[in-house]
């Protein structure tokens, strides 16, 4: 079963504008949040990662939220810029590995 | 630096044939993971390999197995193949292999079964 769920699937956002993606996760034994973007023909990418002793993290104009008591965490991607047009996913894990459960993507389309 | 590299980039076999895809971590990593994308779908964990030992296996049926080399490469190998063994394959390196550690995925091996 799908251990972490995005949504929305795809989202269209003018240049400038804000694109959220949220993501929601059932085990609560996950200690480790990332998110990362993949274009196409490319491996996935980590963008930034955050540990659910903090609510929010902040890296340029990335920024993941964390709301450990409703098991769901968000990407904020401020000012998007049509260089951002690509697929996110969002994944949890376990501490003590890297076995990452990914979720299915969100392809986000800047317009200019 | 040079990144996760992995051979071939493509790859057609037919049903019932084996596959063997290759990975070179980045230098000085030791731990490599190998991911399975089905078009529009997140990566799957399919291994994870350390030191040349298998650290955690997904939910993948035993036609799948990996190794890991003394130079830290390594191999990801598909017998019979299926259908639904058409995807992409992504090798993924980090120094250790532990979630502090930050992983590098490479561009992957997209095999196609006809």
């Known amino acids: 079963q799908q251990q972490v769920k995005q949504s929305p699937q795809s989202l269209i956002v003018q240049k400038g504008g804000i694109s959220i993606i949220n993501c929601a996760y059932e085990n609560t034994a996950f200690d480790y949040f990332p998110w990362y973007q993949q274009f196409p023909g490319k491996g996935p990418a980590l963008l930034i990662a955050i540990r659910p002793d903090v609510s929010e993290k902040k890296e340029g104009r990335f920024t993941i939220s964390f709301n450990k008591s409703a098991k769901q965490f968000s990407l904020h991607i401020m000012d998007s810029q049509p260089g951002d047009s690509a697929t996110y996913f969002c994944?949890?894990?376990?501490?003590?590995?890297?076995?990452?459960?990914f979720g299915k993507g969100n392809q986000v389309v800047v317009i200019p | 630096d040079a990144g996760v590299t992995q051979s071939p980039t493509h790859l057609i076999k037919t049903r019932g044939q084996h596959v063997t895809l290759r990975c070179s971590p980045i230098?000085?990593?030791?731990?490599v993971s190998w991911y399975q994308q089905v078009l529009g779908q997140g990566p799957q964990f399919i291994f994870q390999y350390y030191e040349k030992e298998e650290r955690g296996r997904g939910n993948f049926p035993d036609r799948f197995s990996a190794r890991q080399f003394p130079n830290y490469s390594s191999e990801l190998n598909v017998n019979a193949l299926l259908l639904g063994d058409s995807a992409l394959y992504l090798c993924?390196?980090?120094?250790?292999?532990?979630?502090?550690?930050?992983?590098?995925f490479g561009s992957g091996t997209q095999l196609s079964v006809l």
């Open positions: 230098s000085g990593h030791k731990s």
């Open positions: 993924a390196s980090s120094r250790q292999a532990s979630t502090n550690e930050k992983l590098f």
């Open positions: 994944a949890a894990s376990i501490g003590g590995n890297n076995r990452l459960a």
